[in-house]
């Protein structure tokens, strides 16, 4: 795993100026996630922490000189079972939420393991409580076995003075086996895809595929419950860098 300090990098190459949170992750040096065999999926629930190995804090956020948004106690947040995760897919979606807000501008930046930016992009934020999910475009696709690490931050203008937010996570684009592989190109439906890739424990690809079919809303409900993103069941999604929620990818 590389040693460079994500969170420094991430903070000086966001535009926005925003104090570098506290509680994010450090990178993905930490990543000890890995499902044994015997491990299996029930439904879409998918695989505990604690099966998972050693996880961090989805929370966290930096905020300065007040809050871009309307509630007390509310901030960014990464939406994963844990503030690092895996992709199994060159150009995932990432998912974090944005509470109500007093009218943001958002920003997205994607950082390599050797710590060089190699993505950013600007965002709308709609003033509602939404749940952003920002594809990696295609022109940056994940390397296989790549470490990388992202950050998303919003500023506003209160009393003439700039303010804002960020929180900042880990990602690895996992190589998954030739059989797993397989298996997933040869599943025609998305839900079973989603199933194969929660037995991995890729998240971001479970949940890229469960968001973009909005009939299934019993199962995003139930992915999200499973660990303990409950909270989220109800917010609306939205899908920046896809013509729209069909055109997430399914499978690598």
């Known amino acids: 795993m590389v040693n460079h300090p994500f969170h420094l990098f991430l903070a000086s190459a966001l535009t926005f100026t925003v ?6 992750a450090s990178g993905v040096d930490d990543l000890s996630f890995g499902l044994t065999p015997e491990e ?24 300065r000189g007040g809050s871009c948004f309307t509630q007390a106690n509310t901030n ?3 939406v994963a079972p844990s503030q690092d995760t895996f992709t199994a897919t060159a150009n995932p979606s990432l998912f974090v939420y944005v509470p109500a807000n007093r009218g943001v501008e958002g920003e997205f930046v994607l950082v390599d393991g050797a710590g060089e930016l190699i993505h950013s992009q600007t965002v709308a934020v709609p003033e509602g409580e939404t749940i952003l999910a ?12 790549g470490e990388y690490a992202w950050a998303f931050a919003v500023n506003c203008t209160i009393d003439n003075q700039v303010v804002g937010s ?5 990602l690895v684009h996992r190589e998954l086996s030739v059989e797993v592989t397989e298996e997933i190109e040869e599943t025609n439906e998305p839900l079973g895809k989603a199933t194969l890739y929660a037995n991995q424990g890729i998240w971001q690809d479970t ?15 139930e992915l999200l419950g499973s660990v303990g993103l409950d909270q989220f069941s109800d917010v609306p999604i939205i899908f920046v860098g896809t013509d729209e929620a069909g055109d997430v990818p399914l499978a690598n």
């Open 19 to 24: 104090t570098a949170p506290q509680t994010i």
């Open 40 to 63: 299996t999926l029930v439904s879409l629930k998918f695989p505990q922490a604690g099966d998972r190995g050693t996880t961090q804090s989805s929370g966290g956020g930096g905020t």
């Open 76 to 78: 960014l947040r990464i």
């Open 134 to 145: 920002i594809a990696v475009p295609t022109d940056v696709a994940l390397e296989p076995g």
């Open 166 to 170: 960020a929180v900042e996570a880990g």
């Open 207 to 221: 949940l890229m595929i469960v968001a973009s079919l909005p009939e299934q809303r019993e199962e995003l409900v």
